[in-house]
């Protein structure tokens, strides 16, 4: 039984090492090209979003080639294409953006270093995980209000920091399945740091963007990931039973 047992861990493990090496391979492809690299390196570190005319402007290409470029690039994993949130008249455009699983990859910004700074500042400011996040959850909301539905809000950050959040909705209760850890290694040996951290974080931006309560988060084994965040909707919702 346990010989199986090693042997489809091996399997397994050997079958995700096989993945993650496809999967380099199509991101180096993918920037073989110095057009490519040169729009990958702008998108991952820009601030944020960029459109598909800033991107023309830098390589003075048309933009039918550009968006040919960009299809490449999405196609690796390497970039997220997202139609823009606008309330002015017109089209919305397409923006793109670093895919939050390649950060600390190919030159680009880590997830870590993000982690690093907040955890850093504990230490030297004297404060709990949960309490760095917490200011850290009021700066990022300062920056996100009024760019749509809370609850929508904090599902884009939790994708943008790679935590691949699935939604299911219960009248006023909202649950989100977190389907990766982007700090798995670290949460593996401190799951109560990390874990009290992302809690604060989450905590915050309910508390800057308003509109929903945190009740709970249930944390997982970070390496295979299922932590299960629990939020109520404030105010009353029409047929709601909750």
């Not at 470029?69 to 690796?76: F, I």
């Not at 907040?118 to 949960?130: F, G, K, M, N, S």
């Not at 929903?212 to 249930?218: A, G, K, N, T």
């Amino acid at each position: 039984m346990l010989f199986r047992c090693t042997l489809e861990y091996l399997d397994m493990r050997g079958t995700a090492t096989a993945s993650a090496e496809i999967d380099l391979q199509k991101e180096a492809r993918a920037l073989g090209d110095p057009t490519r690299h040169r729009l990958f390196r702008y998108i991952a570190e820009a601030g944020g979003p960029v459109g598909v005319a800033e991107l023309t402007d830098l390589v003075r290409l048309n933009h039918n080639a550009v968006r040919q470029h960009l299809a490449v690039l999405k196609e690796a994993g390497l970039v997220l294409e997202e139609v823009e949130q606008r309330s002015r008249p017109g089209r919305p455009r397409l923006l793109y953006r670093l895919a939050p699983e390649v950060a600390g990859r190919w030159g680009t910004p880590g997830a870590y270093a993000w982690l690093a700074s907040l955890l850093t500042d504990a230490v030297r400011r004297h404060l709990e995980p949960r309490q760095v996040g917490r200011q850290e959850g009021h700066r990022r909301a300062a920056e996100l209000a009024g760019g749509g539905e809370p609850v929508g809000l904090l599902e884009i950050e939790m994708e943008r920091r790679g935590f691949r959040p699935a939604r299911v909705e219960r009248g006023r209760k909202v649950e989100f399945v977190l389907g990766r850890c982007p700090f798995a290694d670290v949460a593996g040996s401190d799951p109560g740091t990390v874990c009290q951290l992302h809690l604060g974080l989450v905590e915050g931006l309910a508390e800057g963007l308003g509109g929903f309560d945190v009740e709970r988060l249930v944390p997982k084994d970070p390496r295979r990931a299922g932590c299960r965040l629990t939020l109520r909707r404030q105010g009353t919702l029409a047929g709601s039973r909750s």
